[in-house]
């Protein structure tokens, strides 16, 4: 005992060393998910105050890109606007056919019930009338005949199924968006694993898994949130993945996988697009909803070149939006998107 | 002992100063002086080792708080501080200054603090870049960088040691 303490002693330096380095080592390792989410989350409150209060005194010295981009995103609503009173004249011839269907569907729902009512006398009925049979035919046959009788009668009105009323697909599919204003209050893009700090949390209903876009691109995806800041994990981020479609001259959509393992932060590369594709330098790549957290049809990026295999074909893209100078971004809360995922995981 | 207080206040101090502003500036395109390198670098010679460890690794964990990589930063620091007794001990000739001292330019003299503050910063870039970035495609341009970052640390450690020197005088 005297000598693993004259050993402790000695080497303390070391033994310190090396206890502190692996704990450090296995903070990073191991990090990805529950150390890094519960610590994180818990001093993100103080880190991103202090950002958020340096980010508050350096934005002025950006306030006339921010105009000038405010500007130019004005203007597009404006012409959506503009739109908009075109589809309101088509929404006018629109609504008395949505009435007529709705009339419709009453009368349907009236007839279903009418029919049930009238099944549901049918069998009534007809019980009634097996039981007099039955009373009859146990005068006439005796007990275990009159039985084997009624199960006869009984199996050739088995199927009922006939009286349920032919299905017709009355489905009305859409899906809804809400959009959170948020601003950037850290950001990082050399490194291999980005992320970003903006300054709406669960108190504006930030929720993990939200997706964040601007105008011309995708932001990432909400990993943590605090109560009043939200940590983004970057679109430049190793772990990162946004399912994309390359929309080709002729208008023929292939889905692949946007991923970042490049050391620019303006290009990504997509691996699983067929090769049958057909690709030309310039075409864009959309978003295309399948992971319901971004609505289909947000350009991302453009083709910058592209190399074929005999089965895949690998395509650089840049994307059309600077990482570096983001500033106002929208988070993006998919209002059915639980729908959807409670319906993935069922089998 | 008197050092060592300055230097518990001014391991925030820097922290802020690096992720507030440096982060910000990219010489090169993409490179972030890491001043906060200073600190682990003039400690004392007579500092206590568990105090140097534990130093680093906090300084490090404040940093990662900030930077959002938990382990990357301390684990570094931590690998520098076990390095330098010995480096200090091969490199500065015995009594050549007080052990109380802080390693500062002044003194060591320059030829001494550049050979020791180069050797430490490039210890601790090689070990913090090849575990954030490390990628068998991108070696040569991570060692390019590794350099880089190197020259860029020491030259802004050198402008601060040069205000320290003219304040003192």
């Known amino acids: ?347 | 002992m008197k050092h060592i207080y300055s230097y518990l206040w001014l391991a925030p101090l820097f922290v802020l100063l690096q992720v507030l502003f440096l982060n910000n500036i990219n010489f090169v395109s993409y490179i972030n002086p890491l001043v906060y390198l200073i600190l682990i670098i003039t400690l004392p010679q007579d500092t206590e080792k568990w105090f140097l460890i534990i130093y680093a690794f906090f300084l490090g964990v404040l940093l990662d708080l900030f930077e959002g990589n938990i382990g990357l930063n301390s684990s570094s620091l931590v690998f520098i501080s076990f390095f330098k007794p010995y480096l200090t001990k091969v490199l500065i000739p015995k009594n050549s200054i007080d052990e109380k001292d802080k390693l500062e330019l002044k003194k060591l003299g320059i030829k001494t603090f550049s050979i020791y503050a180069l050797i430490l910063i490039f210890i601790h870039n090689l070990f913090l870049f090849l575990l954030e970035k490390f990628s068998f495609s991108f070696i040569l341009p991570l060692l390019l960088e590794i350099i880089l970052s190197t020259i860029i640390t020491f030259i802004i450690i050198l402008i601060f040691q040069l205000f320290t020197f003219k304040t003192k005088e």
């Open chain 1, 1 to 347: 005992m005297r000598n693993l303490f004259r050993f402790v002693k000695i080497y303390h330096f070391v033994l310190l060393f090396i206890l502190i380095e692996s704990f450090s080592l296995f903070l990073y390792i191991s990090n990805h998910k529950f150390q890094q989410s519960k610590f994180l989350s818990f001093t993100q409150e103080y880190t991103g105050a202090i950002f958020n209060y340096y980010s508050d005194l350096t934005q002025y010295l950006s306030l006339k890109d921010e105009n000038d981009s405010l500007h130019k995103e004005n203007a597009g609503l404006h012409t959506l606007l503009s739109k908009e009173s075109e589809n309101q004249e088509l929404f006018s011839k629109y609504i008395p056919m949505l009435r007529n269907d709705l009339n419709n569907l009453e009368n349907k729902r009236k007839k279903i019930i009418s029919k049930y009512s009238e099944y549901f006398e049918y069998k009534k009925q007809y019980i009634e009338k097996m039981l007099e049979k039955y009373d009859d035919n146990l005068k006439e046959l005796g007990e275990e005949k009159a039985l084997e009788e009624n199960i006869r009668e009984a199996q050739k009105i088995k199927n009922f199924g006939k009286w349920l009323p032919e299905g017709e697909k009355d489905l009305i599919t859409f899906q809804l968006f809400d959009y959170i204003p948020a601003r950037v209050i850290k950001n990082s893009i050399f490194k291999k694993n980005n992320f970003i700090v903006l300054n709406k949390g669960e108190k504006d209903g930030v929720k993990s898994g939200m997706g964040v876009r601007v105008d011309n691109g995708v932001i990432g995806i909400v990993s943590t949130t605090s109560e009043n800041f939200s940590k983004v994990t970057s679109i430049l981020n190793q772990k990162s993945g946004i399912s994309v479609m390359h929309i080709s001259s002729d208008s023929i959509k292939q889905n692949g996988l946007l991923e970042w393992n490049t050391n620019n932060y303006m290009t990504a590369t997509i691996n699983d697009i067929p090769n049958h594709a057909n690709i030309q330098i310039g075409d864009t790549i959309q978003t295309n909803g399948y992971s319901s957290k971004f609505p289909v049809g947000i350009n991302i990026a453009k083709v910058i070149s592209y190399t074929k295999n005999d089965k895949l074909c690998k395509i650089n893209v840049q994307f059309l939006n600077d990482m570096n100078t983001i500033k106002n971004v929208y988070i993006i809360n998919s209002l059915m998107k639980e729908e959807i995922e409670k319906l993935e995981k069922e089998e």
